[in-house]
């Protein structure tokens, strides 16, 4: 089956432990990125990567890093989490510049920062 | 000012009824625009896309774009309480350098009831 998976789906931690949400996707895309989804803000691009070893910043990156050694994997990481950055996220993928509409998205981990 | 801006509701409807969900934009580079579904405790799933002003059908769904406007719209015709659920319009631009960035307005949410 096609599909994004992320894990965890849930987690709690405290401020300043490093963590790391995990990506994948089986459906060989070059494009992956990351969202976070707050009430009232909608759903805004963390980091997009291109491919392996490309990435690049969205909209709102300060205080995320990632990386992509792999194709099928971009994991999102919170070196020093803080409060404001308890939110839903998801992770999506999509295939090549031609099909520029399709985007898949996992089914998003619910991260809260005490 | 936010560059998409979509009214969350919530939007309340009688089964059958028709539904129109609507966003407006600021940047007139935005030209490629989608309306994503999302349920509960889900990841957004692309509905429909297009690129062109005017009206794009699928089944009971149409999507309307007026770029003189800066304002799209999704209708949903005959709406079943299996449509409710949180639409979320996107949108990217044709630059260059945002080519890869989605925006997407806040959502609206969606209750059929039967």
């Given at each position: 089956e096609a599909q994004v998976t992320q894990n965890p789906r849930y987690l709690i931690t405290v401020t300043g432990k490093k963590l790391t949400v995990t990506c994948s996707q089986?459906?060989?895309?070059?494009y992956m990125s990351w969202y976070r989804q707050d009430p009232g803000l909608g759903l805004r691009q963390i980091y997009y990567s291109m491919n392996v070893e490309v990435t690049d910043k969205g909209d709102v990156p300060e205080g995320y890093k990632v990386s992509r050694k792999e194709k099928r994997n971009f994991p999102l990481i919170l070196e020093s989490p803080s409060p404001n950055q308890t939110s839903l996220y998801f992770c999506a993928s999509r295939p090549d510049r031609g099909r520029w509409y399709e985007q898949y998205f996992g089914p998003g981990t619910r991260l809260t920062v005490t | 000012q936010k560059e998409v801006e979509q009214d969350p509701g919530p939007l309340s409807v009688p089964e059958g009824a028709i539904v129109s969900l609507n966003c407006t934009y600021s940047n007139s580079a935005f030209q490629y625009f989608m309306w994503y579904r999302q349920y509960s405790r889900k990841g957004p799933e692309l509905l429909m896309y297009t690129y062109s002003s005017g009206n794009k059908e699928d089944g009971r769904f149409t999507a309307q774009v007026d770029k003189s406007s800066k304002y799209i719209s999704l209708f949903i015709r005959d709406?079943?309480?299996?449509?409710?659920a949180t639409y979320l319009c996107a949108m990217k631009s044709i630059t260059a350098d945002n080519f890869n960035k989605f925006y997407f307005g806040s959502g609206t949410k969606l209750n059929v009831k039967p």
């Open positions: 089986n459906m060989n895309h070059e | 709406s079943q309480p299996s449509d409710s």
